[in-house]
T-cell receptor, first 114, second 116 residues
Framework: AQSVTQPDIHITVSEGASLELRCNYS??????LFWYVQSPGQGLQLLLK??????LVQGIKGFEAEFKRSQSSFNLRKPSVHWSDAAEYFC????????????FGTGTRLTIIP | EAGVTQFPSHSVIEKGQTVTLRCDPI?????LYWYRRVMGKEIKFLLH????????ESGMPNNRFLAERTGGTYSTLKVQPAELEDSGVYFC??????????????FGEGSWLTVV
């Protein structure tokens, strides 16, 4: 069975600083990977996804993620965070292409300080 | 274009009562999913509809939960009778035809359920 681990429950960064949120997955085949964000009072919004091809994926809001098969990781990065990035971030994996039965990690809550 | 809408946004009920959550997917989306996040835990898949048919209900926790999708449009998720451990956020999501290139799943804002 597939699983997703987000080792950091809560991260605090200063506005303007760089950000990296960790995600490790466990899955026997090629995974289909996603990052979602939930801002306060909002639903889950897709930031980016990886299906195949270039292992560095660009998403919305200036985020990117890099798929590293050797490390079973799909870490999310942003070079300079904004106060509006404060939210909860979820990494997820799908078993096959086009199958939206997602397995989520427990989420990482991001706090931005001035 | 309207997104996935869920109602109610918040609900507080007593143990043993019944609650019905509703989800209106994006128009034209055949796939409809229910997910749940219990406090402090990960978001978990409950079930998947394709139009009005249940494609996969392997995530439904027990028979106190009943999901329907009338006419392949909106869906309801009923919890009867509710227990304390049912408290959490219930997310609905929808997407277009399965297998389409790079399907994007659109989530609603969630229905926050508190059972006291």
């Amino acid at each position: 069975a597939q699983s997703v681990t987000q080792p950091d429950i809560h991260i605090t960064v200063s506005e303007g600083a760089s950000l990296e949120l960790r995600c490790n997955y466990s899955y026997g085949a090629t995974p289909y990977l996603f990052w979602y964000v939930q801002s306060p009072g909002q639903g889950l919004q897709l930031l980016l996804k990886y299906f195949s091809g270039d292992t560095l994926v660009q998403g919305i809001k200036g985020f990117e993620a890099e798929f590293k098969r050797s490390q079973s990781s799909f870490n999310l990065r942003k070079p300079s965070v904004h106060w509006s990035d404060a939210a909860e971030y979820f990494c997820a994996v799908a078993p096959t292409f086009g199958n939206e039965k997602l397995t989520f990690g427990t989420g990482t809550r991001l706090t931005i300080i001035p | 274009e309207a997104g996935v809408t869920q109602f109610p946004s918040h609900s507080v009920i007593e143990k043993g009562q019944t609650v019905t959550l509703r989800c209106d997917p994006i128009s034209g989306h055949d796939n409809l999913y229910w997910y749940r996040r219990v406090m402090g835990k990960e978001i978990k898949f409950l079930l998947h509809f394709v139009k009005e048919s249940k494609q996969d209900e392997s995530g439904m926790p027990n028979n106190r939960f009943l999901a329907e999708r009338t006419g392949g449009t909106y869906s309801t998720l009923k919890v009867q009778p509710a227990e304390l451990e049912d408290s959490g956020v219930y997310f609905c999501a929808s997407s277009q035809v399965r297998g389409s290139s790079g399907n994007t799943i659109y989530f609603g804002e969630g229905s926050w359920l508190t059972v006291v």
